[in-house]
């Protein structure tokens, strides 16, 4: 990665980097046809979508899935997931924003609550792993918050301070997640939340991961 200069960016994958909205909704009307429920639209998706995931689903349900139901919608939206997202490309602009932040000394990582052996791979196929220091994704079971999964992937960035590093990602969690461990955040619109539900979050908010690297950029001078 060359010298680093203390920035550092973490950086969340479905939704902000890996532009999979079509997948993830697909996925998701699959895990509800399983429930009986009516397919819900991305405009839907990104009004009620949070984390955990079994609230999400309790705010379509009107309670929380059984065990058993949410073992057979986890599973269900995994399968098509999987099925449907060599469909799927990187956000506009990916590849420049990474090879420029690196360009400059700085430092960044992913990490992701896709499961972590599925993650490595797909990275790896857009040829982008090495503006890395670290690509983390999910070990152990799905459906809880980042935040826990922060503090870890934070201790392992030897030499990065997390007062000088900035999480961008696509929901609500990655702020909290970033709070967690006393970074900063910033949240992208083209991902699962709406911009309304972002902005109740207190974090800058924008459009474009152009912006986002640039509020970055500020956010950790």
């Known amino acids: 990665m060359g010298k680093r200069t ?5 950086w969340d994958w479905n939704g902000t980097l890996f532009h999979d909205n079509d997948a993830i909704i ?3 009307n699959a895990a509800f046809g399983e429930l009986g429920l009516a397919p819900i639209t991305m405009e839907q998706y990104r009004a009620m979508y949070c984390v955990p995931v ?3 689903y309790e705010r379509l349900l009107g309670r929380l899935p059984t065990d058993a139901e949410w073992e057979v919608m986890d599973e269900t939206f995994h399968r098509y997931y999987a099925e449907h997202r060599v469909t799927c490309g990187l956000t506009e602009g990916v590849a ?3 090879s420029g932040w690196r360009s400059t000394g700085r430092s960044q990582s992913i990490l992701s609550m896709y499961v972590h052996d599925e993650l490595v791979p797909l990275v790896r196929r857009f040829g982008i792993e090495g503006h890395f220091l670290r690509v983390d994704g999910r070990v152990g079971p799905s459906g809880g918050s980042k935040a826990e999964h922060m503090v870890r992937h934070v201790e392992a960035l030897a030499g990065v301070d ?3 590093t900035v999480v961008i990602g696509d929901a ?4 909290v997640a970033a709070l967690h461990v006393g ?3 910033v949240l992208y619109t083209g991902g ?3 911009r309304a539900s972002l902005e109740t979050v207190g974090v800058p908010v924008v459009d474009t991961l152009a912006e986002a690297v640039a509020e970055a950029e500020r956010l950790a001078a």
Request: a neutral charge; hydrophobic letters at 40%; aromatic letters at 4%.
């Open 96 to 98: 420049e924003l990474l």
């Open 172 to 175: 609500a969690d990655d702020a």
């Open 183 to 185: 970074a900063r955040a």
């Open 54 to 56: 079994p609230r999400f």
């Open 162 to 164: 997390p007062s000088r």
């Open 6 to 10: 203390g920035a550092h960016i973490v």
């Open 26 to 28: 697909g996925a998701t």
């Open 192 to 194: 699962s939340h709406s």
